[in-house]
């Protein structure tokens, strides 16, 4: 057997098996990117139209992973959604507020994270998103309006003091700006929600990073940067998948060419 026949056989091999590379993925990771909602507390489990929804999430009207209802609660202060008041240290200013609304209505109503969802353990909710890009005029404005707004603490996540019912400062917590606490925009973004979001290079229109609001009569913007990043991911599993089945026939290659 010549050498040219050895070496076809094996790229043949390659072909057949290729695909099989291509789709095999991390046991638990999410297969669909595009359009989906999270298995979380109050989300739909499809998005769809919802011509009702309130203020600040109108913008996903069109397709959307939460109710009216939703979209009317989470407005609230504090929201019976989850019982969290934002004005755990006295009144925020209604400008800092707006950004924790669009903040909200992002998590609940956006079906355009799917690149970044997760999968959690906690009673409340079954995924997340992880380290979703924000633009960076967003997190910029949201730290500029809230920054002589007063908190008590550096990640809203956990460490509270639920015993009333709602979130309260813990013992020893001591109530500062939130310039103190978040000293930076990427400290303030990455940090509140237990990186929730990342601070991007990128700016609003790159097509590269995610708006935490957005006109909707311009469409929705963060359709095309879920994309880029789904298709991104796809590749990239892809190139895995082939360099993994290339080393697994590397023996085989050795014993065609030695016979």
């Given at each position: 057997m010549n050498m040219a026949w050895q070496v076809t056989q094996l790229l043949l091999l390659v072909s057949v098996a290729t695909p099989w590379g291509a789709q095999s993925r991390t046991p638990g990771a999410r297969r669909d990117l595009l359009n989906v909602c999270m298995d979380a507390k109050h989300h739909k489990t499809k998005p769809g139209p919802e011509d009702k929804l309130h203020d600040q999430c109108t913008p996903w009207r069109k397709n959307a992973c939460c109710s009216h209802n939703t979209s009317q609660e989470l407005h609230k202060d504090p929201s019976l959604l989850y019982n969290f008041n934002l004005d755990h240290c006295g009144k925020i200013e209604p400008a800092c507020k707006r950004h924790f609304i669009q903040d909200n209505c992002l998590y609940e109503c956006s079906p355009n994270l799917g690149p970044w969802i997760q999968e959690v353990n906690q009673s409340w909710r079954k995924e997340r998103f992880l380290d979703v890009p924000l633009c960076k005029e967003d997190c910029q404005q949201w730290w500029e309006d809230c920054r002589t707004s007063y908190t008590c603490k550096s990640?809203?996540?956990?460490?509270?003091?639920?015993?009333?019912?709602?979130?309260?400062?813990?013992?020893?917590?001591?109530?500062?700006?939130?310039?103190?606490?978040f000293p930076t925009p990427a400290a303030l973004c990455e940090g509140i929600w237990s990186h929730s979001y990342k601070?991007?290079?990128?700016?609003?229109?790159?097509?590269?990073?995610?708006?935490?609001?957005?006109?909707?009569?311009?469409?929705?913007?963060?359709?095309?940067?879920?994309?880029?990043?789904?298709?991104?991911m796809s590749a990239g599993a892809m190139s895995?998948?082939?360099?993994?089945?290339?080393?697994?026939?590397?023996?085989?290659?050795?014993?065609?060419?030695l016979s």
């Amino acid at each position: 057997m010549n050498m040219a026949w050895q070496v076809t056989q094996l790229l043949l091999l390659v072909s057949v098996a290729t695909p099989w590379g291509a789709q095999s993925r991390t046991p638990g990771a999410r297969r669909d990117l595009l359009n989906v909602c999270m298995d979380a507390k109050h989300h739909k489990t499809k998005p769809g139209p919802e011509d009702k929804l309130h203020d600040q999430c109108t913008p996903w009207r069109k397709n959307a992973c939460c109710s009216h209802n939703t979209s009317q609660e989470l407005h609230k202060d504090p929201s019976l959604l989850y019982n969290f008041n934002l004005d755990h240290c006295g009144k925020i200013e209604p400008a800092c507020k707006r950004h924790f609304i669009q903040d909200n209505c992002l998590y609940e109503c956006s079906p355009n994270l799917g690149p970044w969802i997760q999968e959690v353990n906690q009673s409340w909710r079954k995924e997340r998103f992880l380290d979703v890009p924000l633009c960076k005029e967003d997190c910029q404005q949201w730290w500029e309006d809230c920054r002589t707004s007063y908190t008590c603490k550096s990640n809203w996540h956990k460490g509270w003091d639920w015993s009333s019912g709602s979130n309260k400062c813990p013992a020893g917590a001591t109530c500062r700006t939130f310039e103190t606490y978040f000293p930076t925009p990427a400290a303030l973004c990455e940090g509140i929600w237990s990186h929730s979001y990342k601070l991007s290079n990128y700016n609003r229109g790159s097509g590269r990073c995610i708006q935490m609001w957005f006109d909707p009569a311009q469409g929705n913007p963060n359709e095309e940067v879920a994309r880029f990043y789904a298709l991104a991911m796809s590749a990239g599993a892809m190139s895995h998948g082939i360099g993994l089945l290339l080393l697994s026939l590397v023996p085989m290659l050795h014993l065609w060419l030695l016979s």
